[in-house]
C-alpha cells in the first residue's frame, strides 16, 4: 500500500541539528513531490517546506529559510528534513506529506506517522 | 502569504445532527482548497480536495464546497468517530497555508 514511514523521535539541545527521514513506499517516488508539516503541542499545522522528488526544486517557507534543507534519495525512495539551529521552539511533531512534484497545486493525499523532536538543554 | 480562517474554533454538537464548518482565505484560492481530519495522536488525513471531491474512502456524509474566498465543510450526520480537528489548506499558492482547526465536541 502507499505509505510514508518516518524515523524516530529525537532530542536534540538547542543549537543542534536534526534530520528527518521519511520512506515512501508502494508508489513511483519521482513522479510526487513531498512537503513537511510540523505541529507544536497543542497547536495547528504549519507548513515548512516542498521538495520535488522528480528534480530536486525546492521551496521553503521564509521564516526557515537559511535553517532548513530538504533533500531526497531516489536510489531508497527518502525523503529528508534537516533542520538546524534549534530552539526550544522547534519542538514539535513533524510530519511528511505526499504531493505534487511539480509545484503545481496539488493536496496532501499521504501523511507519514509523525516524527517527535524535543529541543531541551 | 494567503491566511486562512476557520470558524468556529470549537463547536460543540451532538451525534446525528449536521454540521458545518466554515473556512475564509484572504484572497482567492481558486478552488485548490482541502480539507484534512484529525484526531488525538493521528497524522491529518485528507478528506476533501479540489473544494468539493471527497478523498479515496472518505464516507458521502463529508460533502465540500465553495470556490474563491470561501469554502464550508458540512458532515451530514455526525458519527461518533467524527469528533476530531478539522483543518482547512489553501494549495493555490505558495506558501500552502492551513487554517487554525475547528474542533468537534460531544455535546
Known amino acids: 500500500q502507499v505509505q510514508l514511514v518516518q524515523s524516530g523521535a529525537e532530542v536534540k539541545k538547542p543549537g543542534a541539528s536534526v534530520k528527518v527521514s521519511c520512506k515512501a513506499s508502494g508508489y513511483t517516488f519521482t513522479s510526487y513531490g513531498i512537503s513537511w508539516v510540523r505541529q507544536a503541542p497543542g497547536q495547528g499545522l504549519e507548513w515548512m517546506g516542498w521538495i520535488s522528488a522528480y528534480n530536486g526544486n525546492t521551496n521553503y517557507a521564509q521564516k526557515l529559510q537559511g535553517r532548513v534543507t530538504m533533500t531526497t534519495d531516489t536510489s531508497t525512495t527518502t525523503a529528508y528534513m534537516e533542520l538546524r539551529s534549534l530552539r526550544s521552539d522547534d519542538t514539535a511533531l513533524y510530519y511528511c506529506?505526499?504531493?505534487?512534484?511539480?509545484?503545481?497545486?496539488?493536496?496532501?493525499?499521504?501523511w507519514g506517522q509523525g516524527t517527535m523532536v524535543t529541543v531541551s538543554s | 502569504e494567503i491566511v486562512m480562517t476557520q470558524s468556529p474554533a470549537t463547536l460543540s454538537v451532538s451525534p446525528g445532527e449536521r454540521v458545518t464548518l466554515s473556512c475564509r482565505a484572504s484572497q482567492s484560492v481558486s478552488s485548490n482548497l482541502a480539507w484534512y481530519q484529525q484526531k488525538p495522536g493521528q497524522a491529518p488525513r485528507l478528506l476533501i480536495y479540489?473544494?468539493?471531491t471527497r478523498a479515496t474512502g472518505i464516507p458521502a456524509r463529508f460533502s465540500g464546497s465553495g470556490s474563491g474566498t470561501e469554502f464550508t465543510l458540512t458532515i451530514s450526520s455526525l458519527q461518533s468517530e467524527d469528533f476530531a480537528v478539522y483543518y482547512c489548506?489553501?494549495?493555490?499558492?505558495?506558501?500552502?497555508?492551513f487554517g487554525q482547526g475547528t474542533k468537534l465536541e460531544i455535546k
Open positions: 506529506a505526499r504531493g505534487s512534484h511539480s509545484g503545481n497545486p496539488y493536496p496532501f493525499d499521504i
Open positions: 479540489g473544494a468539493s
Open positions: 489548506q489553501q494549495y493555490n499558492n505558495w506558501p500552502r497555508t
